[in-house]
């Protein structure tokens, strides 16, 4: 793909980076004020309500949902425009925007989309993700927790787990076992799942950080009815294929990955700046201007992969095995920047209150979230299997169930 503006784009990004100059400040100052994520993700919320009334939070959605015609390419400059002036930005809007929404809309009902859609393109619905199994997260097709149908209602019992933000989501997208002898990726059915019913029960997992964004959820004899079913019985694993897919690229090239590869390397040069080795700053270590060197160039080379990624989805495609090359390349990527700069700034790099080297423990808290970077939205173990099967044409793995 050609990565430059068109004359049209051009005059769009311009359009953008004015309303964005006068409208972020306020918020960001909010936003870079608190490192409390409950609070952040409310901010973000209200951001993403602000650009749905400006015309640029619901770009190319339908306009019976508060959607406003554009293309692919405008959606993109948006997000590329919020992560250069550092707009809010939460993991759990991406859920909601970035995969919850689309799966709503590409399989949800009519009555579906009319009851949820506008209100989560305009921030005011926040949304989980139930999929992940305490044996069940790399496979995700040997998902235990099961719905048995009765009288119209399914009733769901299981566990869930590494649901982000679970405990502040009004809704979630589930997918359990409906047919416990059916074939595999074929006994899977989709929810929309209210996570305020009966026998719904969320726990905080308290993380290294001493933050708690995510949470196991239990199922007990929690009574979904058939209206909240997306797809056909059986469809599951098909829409959530197609939801993993998004949060890949959500994960490794959205608006939030963008600012947050911008503030990486960017954070890391200026910690090399401040950082003292021997009475000197860092920085004049030819080694470290070498570690900074190649995390910028690193940075550039995920840029165009996310571009390649993103021109599937220009060109109205699902993305395909690129997503996977993108997120190997930029997980690692990440990781690498919060090791270099505990290398740069030494043992203060552990304290989360060292005003010499970071600001609110910022490069103490990014090291240790980094280690879920491999890890969400699949291992970095299934993303390789998919490249070698899918792009390198290598011989799939042994599968019990195949033999």
Known sequence: MDPRDTPQEASFRAEVRDWLDRTVPRFREAYDATGESRE????????????????????????????????????????QECGEVGAPWHLNMSV???????AVNDYGTPAQKERHLRRMLSGEEIWCQLFSEPNAGSDLASVTT?????????????????????HWSEF????????????????L???????????????????????????????????????QRVAEEGMGWQVTVHTLLNERIGLSGGGGMHRMVKMSWLGL??????????????IADPRVRQQVADIYVRSVANRWTALRTLDSVFKGRMPGPEASILKLGSDAWLQDVQHAASEI???HAVGFDEPR???????????????AMTIGGGTTEVQKNIVGERVLGLPRDPRPERS
């Open 40 to 79: 952040r993700l409310k901010i973000a919320a209200e951001w993403q309500g602000a650009m749905f009334e400006a015309g640029y939070g619901a770009i190319g959605w339908p306009a019976e949902y508060g959607g406003t015609e554009g293309t692919p390419q405008q959606r993109f400059i948006v997000a």
């Open 96 to 102: 909601t925007l970035g995969w919850c929404a689309p």
């Open 146 to 166: 099961t719905a048995t149908k009765v009288d119209g209602t399914y009733v769901v019992n299981g566990q869930k787990i590494w649901s982000s933000g679970a």
């Open 172 to 187: 979630g997208i589930l997918v359990v076992r409906t047919d416990p002898q059916g074939p595999r990726y074929r006994n």
């Open 189 to 227: 059915t989709f929810f929309v799942c209210d996570m305020s019913l009966d026998g719904v029960e969320v726990r905080p997992i308290t993380q290294i950080t001493g933050e708690r964004d995510f949470c196991e959820v239990f199922f007990t004899d929690v009574q979904i009815p058939e209206s």
């Open 269 to 282: 040069l200026d910690l090399a700046r401040r950082a003292d080795h021997a009475g000197r700053p860092a």
């Open 345 to 347: 700034a030494g043992l």
């Open 357 to 371: 080297v970071h600001h609110g423990g910022q490069w103490a808290r990014g090291l240790l979230q980094s280690r």
